[in-house]
Structure formats: structure tokens, C-alpha cells
Nanobody
């Protein structure tokens, strides 16, 4: 079992920034890859970013590349998502998840444990 708890969401204006955190427990955190997804109202959950177990490799959706940064601190069992230059279309619930795969894993079905999500709202 793995428990994931996201935090850091909120209301921000266009062009603003937020940093999301995902605290993990219940599994050897440093051995697993992590991902961030988001789901807007009426839309399917979509891939945002992934980071491998040691943080050396990252992968992003084209829609966030250059604006979002995924990172992790294995000493704190936490993965982060820095959101910069936010747009109204970034409004969604953001979820972190674990995966046993290592690279370019974008399908929700390839992730096994999920957090409860944190709401990000970008106002124009």
C-alpha cells in the first residue's frame, strides 16, 4: 500500500505560479517513478509530467513543457510540481501517482496508486 497526499493548490491569476507537493508513504519512495496528472471538469484525466526514481530524468506533456517543472526530494519522500506562467486552461484537479514503469509513462492505466488531488484554479 502507498499513501499519497497532495497539497499546494489554490486560486491564482493568469501568469502566476504555484508549487504543488505530493507526500508519499508506505513504499520505498526512492525506488519508484512518480507522475502528475490533471483533470478538468468534463474532461478525461491527462498526463502532465513524470520523474524517474532518482530525479535524473523527467518527461512533460507538450502543453506544459517550459512552464512546469517536476522534481523530487527522496529524503523527504516528496515530489513537487512547480507551475509557472499559468493559463486559464491549466485549471484542473491535479493528482500525483506512482508507477512501476520507468520512462515516458503517460497512460493512467500504467499508474497504480493515486492521491486525492488538489484543485488549481487560474482566473483571467
Amino acid at each position: 500500500q502507498v499513501q499519497l497526499v497532495e497539497s499546494g493548490g489554490g486560486l491564482v491569476q493568469v501568469g502566476g505560479s504555484l508549487r504543488l507537493s505530493c507526500a508519499a508513504s508506505g513504499r520505498t519512495f526512492s525506488s519508484i517513478a512518480m507522475g502528475w496528472f490533471r483533470q478538468a471538469p468534463g474532461k478525461e484525466r491527462e498526463f502532465v509530467a513524470q520523474i524517474n526514481n532518482n530525479g535524473a530524468s523527467t518527461y512533460y506533456a507538450d502543453s506544459v513543457k517550459g512552464r512546469f517543472t517536476i522534481s523530487r526530494d527522496n529524503a523527504k519522500n516528496t515530489v513537487y510540481l512547480q507551475l509557472n506562467s499559468l493559463k486559464p486552461e491549466d485549471t484542473a484537479v491535479y493528482y500525483c501517482a506512482t508507477t512501476v514503469y520507468t520512462w515516458k509513462v503517460v497512460a493512467t492505466t500504467d499508474y497504480d496508486y493515486w492521491g486525492q488531488g488538489t484543485q488549481v484554479t487560474v482566473s483571467s
